[in-house]
């Protein structure tokens, strides 16, 4: 066994020790028990990216990952203003949800396997992205070829890392990559001229651009280079809260399998459908077999629509983002988006 084999075993077994005697050390007991007991969810979510998480011109923040807290919020409490948003960056976000800080991060993580596997769960894909670059009119860059030698901003841990040096390498490009301790920094930097391309999700660029006042300075380049399958997150050994937070997400997407919006939702619980009668509740007893009331997905629906309204309320085309739902329509309508059956 060579030096470096050795070398390289040991640190990986004390990286994992370490890793699971702080989980078990702030191991939590059951997350729904502690939710329902203090009266409030707690929701990790993004600093401010318009359209997802930020504040409005009144400090309320809002967004499509608000929206998901709101949901879970009201399924889990029958309220979806028992919630307490906590804006947090990447580094700081993932090593919350075991501590107890947050039960929930309804961020713009990516499912990867690497986080999956170091104990965070993400029981439901709710928004399937990919990543691009973002770069200035005037550099004249038109495809990623065109970034050889090129100065690439990001944040620290996020998945734009591997990918840049993944990409950059296969296609034998030269870069600097340059990465800060949140996107909201890194994105800076790259509007300040410091890098020649910020790297992040198609979404998040979108985000960021739509609050620009010299949006038209900037562009996005048209290659995607990686799947990014984003969606909530919860801690790993808490089944009870995972399987309602996955059935809460599940039933937006349902209600608009189904038909059921915000607006129609009470006159929907006399429906004669037996699945949208599963889905409110009005028979079966799904909610009370995980521990909240048999009306979770009505609360979750009432608060706020179903999956395509809360697309288009907060980055559809109507909004400053301009997203059309590409992979993210219903599989009905040529997406990849379905819920799990509600049967
Ligand atoms: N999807 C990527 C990137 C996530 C990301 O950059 N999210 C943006 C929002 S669009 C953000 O601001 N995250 C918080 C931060 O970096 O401070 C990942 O999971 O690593």
């Known amino acids: 066994m060579?030096?470096?084999?050795?070398?390289r075993r040991a640190m990986q077994g004390a990286l994992a020790l370490a890793t699971l005697a702080a989980l078990a050390?702030?191991?939590?007991?059951?997350?729904?028990?502690?939710?329902?007991?203090?009266?409030?969810?707690?929701?990790?979510?993004?600093?401010?990216?318009?359209?997802?998480?930020?504040?409005?011109?009144?400090?309320?923040?809002?967004?499509?990952?608000?929206?998901?807290?709101?949901?879970?919020?009201?399924?889990?409490?029958?309220?979806?203003?028992?919630?307490?948003?906590?804006?947090?960056?990447?580094?700081?976000?993932?090593?919350?949800?075991p501590a107890g800080g947050v039960d929930v991060l309804t961020h713009r993580f990516t499912w990867t396997q690497s986080r999956d596997i170091g104990g965070l769960k993400f029981p439901k894909i709710m928004f399937f992205d990919g990543q691009g670059f973002a770069v200035t009119v005037k550099s004249r860059a038109n495809k990623i070829s065109d970034l050889n030698n090129a100065t690439v901003?990001?944040?620290?841990?996020?998945?734009?890392?591997?990918?840049?040096?993944?990409?950059?390498?296969?296609?034998?490009?030269?870069?600097?990559?340059?990465?800060?301790?949140?996107?909201?920094?890194?994105?800076?930097?790259?509007?300040?001229?410091?890098?020649?391309?910020?790297?992040n999700d198609r979404s998040g660029l979108a985000a960021r651009l739509a609050k620009l006042p010299n949006r038209d300075e900037f562009k996005v380049l048209a290659e995607t280079v990686s799947n990014e399958p984003i969606g909530p997150i919860v801690a790993q050994?808490?089944?009870?809260?995972?399987?309602?937070?996955?059935?809460?997400?599940?039933a937006l997407v349902a209600a608009e399998e189904m038909g059921?919006?915000?607006?129609?939702?009470?006159?929907?619980?006399?429906?004669?459908?037996?699945?949208?009668?599963?889905?409110?509740?009005?028979?079966?007893?799904?909610?009370?077999?995980?521990?909240?009331?048999?009306?979770?997905a009505y609360k979750a629906i009432k608060a706020v629509g179903n999956f395509g309204e809360i697309w288009d309320r907060n980055v559809g085309p109507q909004t400053?983002?301009?997203?059309?739902?590409?992979?993210?329509?219903?599989?009905?309508?040529?997406?990849?988006?379905?819920?799990?059956?509600?049967?």
Request: glycine content about 10%; proline content about 3%; overall charge neutral.
């Open 260 to 296: 059921v919006n915000q607006g129609n939702v009470d006159a929907m619980l006399k429906s004669d459908k037996p699945e949208v009668q599963r889905l409110l509740g009005i028979s079966g007893d799904f909610g009370t077999k995980m521990g909240v009331g048999n009306d979770y």
């Open 25 to 97: 050390g702030a191991a939590r007991a059951d997350v729904l028990d502690d939710v329902k007991a203090r009266g409030v969810l707690k929701c990790g979510v993004t600093l401010s990216a318009p359209g997802f998480s930020a504040e409005d011109n009144n400090g309320k923040r809002t967004g499509f990952d608000v929206d998901l807290c709101k949901a879970i919020g009201a399924a889990a409490l029958g309220d979806e203003n028992k919630i307490q948003m906590q804006p947090m960056d990447l580094k700081t976000s993932f090593a919350a949800l």
């Open 153 to 199: 901003c990001t944040a620290q841990g996020s998945t734009s890392e591997l990918i840049v040096a993944d990409y950059f390498r296969a296609h034998k490009l030269k870069y600097k990559i340059v990465t800060f301790a949140s996107q909201e920094l890194a994105w800076d930097a790259f509007i300040a001229k410091r890098c020649d391309a910020a790297i």
């Open 320 to 343: 400053p983002l301009r997203l059309e739902r590409g992979h993210n329509a219903l599989v009905a309508n040529g997406g990849l988006m379905m819920s799990v059956p509600v049967r």
């Open 2 to 7: 060579s030096q470096h084999f050795r070398t």
């Open 237 to 250: 050994g808490q089944p009870r809260w995972e399987a309602l937070v996955l059935f809460t997400l599940n």
